[in-house]
T-cell receptor
Framework: DAKTTQPNSMESNEEEPVHLPCNHS???????IHWYRQLPSQGPEYVIH???SNVNNRMASLAIAEDRKSSTLILHRATLRDAAVYYCILRDVQYAYSGAGSYQLTFGKGTKLSVIP | DVKVTQSSRYLVKRTGEKVFLECVQD?????MFWYRQDPGLGLRLIYFSYDVKMKEKGDIPEGYSVSREKKERFSLILESASTNQTSMYLCASSFRDEQFFGPGTRLTVL
């Protein structure tokens, strides 16, 4: 399985942009890049995902390197509520919609983001 | 909004007891999952189910079993609880690209 590497922790000031990096040098051509986050005392929640092109949604933006060996989750204005552990996960799209096991996610240790008021 | 609920937030059981953890989702999702989360180890998949009465082992199924009699409900069973099963247990359901997690059950086995 392709693995991801993330920094253990990062800090950001409130209302400033945050760039959370993820390296996935062994990514295959059929791997989607997913990001989840886990707020304290809660289950993980989906943030964003992409395959090749950059993606935007109401929560964040995902910038994917041209060679796909790294990606960056961008929070445009960090708030205190964004303090969480952020997980970068690869999922093989060739298993998508095929039933058994197609939606397994393998979580690593993630990056703990602290937001300073 | 999708809702995944778990029967208890906190549970304390004794070694050897049979433990049932219940999970219910309200969005008619076919896929459901049970994970456990431990400090330093992250989330690890115990079992998952992609249809009623269908189940598959995840990465750490030993000491656990599951039941999926109805589409909306996925139960995790500890046949004989042991202290090394003290953990946070998270249930999730999914449709296509997104998994929705419940709030978790913190289980302590004494």
């Amino acid at each position: 399985d392709a693995k991801t590497t993330q920094p253990n922790s990062m800090e950001s000031n409130e209302e400033e942009p945050v760039h959370l990096p993820c390296n996935h040098s062994t990514i295959s051509g059929t791997d989607y890049i997913h990001w989840y986050r886990q707020l304290p005392s809660q289950g993980p929640e989906y943030v964003i995902h992409g395959l090749t092109s950059n993606v935007n949604n109401r929560m964040a933006s995902l910038a994917i390197a041209e060679d796909r060996k790294s990606s960056t989750l961008i929070l445009h204005r960090a708030t205190l509520r964004d303090a969480a552990v952020y997980y970068c996960i690869l999922r093989d799209v060739q298993y998508a919609y095929s039933g058994a096991g197609s939606y397994q996610l393998t979580f690593g240790k993630g990056t703990k983001l602290s937001v300073i008021p | 909004d999708v809702k995944v609920t778990q029967s208890s937030r906190y549970l304390v059981k004794r070694t050897g007891e049979k433990v049932f953890l219940e999970c219910v989702q309200d969005m008619d999702h076919e896929n459901m999952f049970w994970y456990r989360q431990d400090p330093g180890l992250g989330l690890r998949l115990i079992y998952f189910s992609y249809d009623v009465k269908m189940k598959e082992k995840g990465d750490i199924p030993e000491g656990y079993s599951v039941s999926r009699e109805k589409k909306e409900r996925f139960s995790l069973i500890l046949e004989s609880a042991s202290t090394n099963q003290t953990s946070m247990y998270l249930c999730a359901s999914s449709f296509r690209d997104e998994q929705f997690f419940g709030p978790g059950t913190r289980l302590t086995v004494l």
